[in-house]
């Protein structure tokens, strides 16, 4: 297996934690803003632990960003939409996705009222999420699935 194989497969499996630790967290949070809930430990720990894994996987993609054959800088890269979409696209969305959590996370963690904490975790990890989806949409590539 080459080092280029070993993280698009790292990537590749690592972005179903941190979907799955996401997704979690947003539900958590909308159970906890409409039902008035208080902000637990348990809250506390998979919001952080949804963001770690975001940030690993801006590290882990950050790596692969420099290895991967699919990211060229040439002339014809904007012609090309696979180049385009790997170079350009994916990089971009992905980082605006995970800057959002960072930013949710943050201002959360500031706030004081169960209420606030729960409903800002909710709105931010949401729209991350859905970028994310809608650029893993765009990628052409399996959604559940692993290259190979
Ligand atoms: C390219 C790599 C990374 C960048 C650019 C980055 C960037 C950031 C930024 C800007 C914050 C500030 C959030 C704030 O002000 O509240 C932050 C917080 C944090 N990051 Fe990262 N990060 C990276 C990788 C990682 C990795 C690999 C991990 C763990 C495995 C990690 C774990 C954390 C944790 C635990 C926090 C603090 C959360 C808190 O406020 O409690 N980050 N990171
Ligand atoms: C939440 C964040 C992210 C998710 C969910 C995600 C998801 C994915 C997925 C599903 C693939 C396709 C893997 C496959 O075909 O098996 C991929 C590939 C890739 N990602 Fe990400 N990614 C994220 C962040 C990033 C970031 C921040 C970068 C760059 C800094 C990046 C760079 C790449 C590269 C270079 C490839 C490889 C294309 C190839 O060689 O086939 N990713 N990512």
Same mark, same amino acid.
């Given at each position: 297996?080459?080092?280029?194989?070993?993280?698009?497969?790292?990537?590749?499996?690592?972005? $179903?934690?941190?979907?799955?630790?996401? *997704?979690?967290?947003?539900? =958590?949070?909308?159970? +906890? /803003?409409?039902?008035?809930?208080?902000? #637990?430990? +348990?809250?506390?720990?998979?919001? *952080?632990?949804?963001?770690?894994?975001?940030?690993? =996987? %801006? %590290? @882990?993609?950050?790596? *692969?960003?420099?290895?991967?054959?699919?990211?060229?800088? &040439?002339?014809?890269?904007? $012609?090309?939409? =696979? &180049?385009?979409? /790997?170079?350009?696209?994916? @990089?971009?969305?992905?980082?605006?996705?995970?800057?959002?959590?960072?930013?949710? $996370?943050?201002?959360?963690?500031? !706030? #004081?009222?169960? !209420?606030?904490? $729960?409903?800002?975790?909710?709105?931010?990890? #949401? *729209?991350?999420?859905?970028?994310?989806?809608?650029?893993?949409? =765009?990628?052409?590539? &399996?959604?559940?699935?692993?290259?190979?």
């Amino acid at each position: 297996m080459t080092l280029y194989k070993f993280f698009l497969l790292l990537h590749s499996g690592f972005r $179903h934690i941190a979907m799955v630790l996401i *997704l979690m967290a947003i539900l =958590q949070s909308l159970v +906890g /803003w409409f039902g008035k809930k208080a902000y #637990t430990e +348990g809250n506390r720990k998979i919001n *952080l632990f949804a963001l770690i894994s975001a940030h690993t =996987q %801006l %590290l @882990i993609g950050l790596v *692969l960003y420099f290895i991967s054959p699919f990211v060229v800088f &040439a002339k014809g890269t904007m $012609h090309d939409a =696979q &180049a385009r979409y /790997w170079t350009v696209e994916h @990089i971009s969305m992905m980082i605006f996705a995970i800057v959002l959590i960072t930013i949710g $996370h943050s201002k959360s963690k500031k !706030e #004081t009222l169960p !209420e606030s904490k $729960h409903r800002t975790i909710a709105i931010f990890y #949401t *729209l991350a999420l859905i970028v994310v989806v809608v650029a893993i949409m =765009q990628s052409k590539r &399996a959604f559940f699935g692993m290259s190979n």
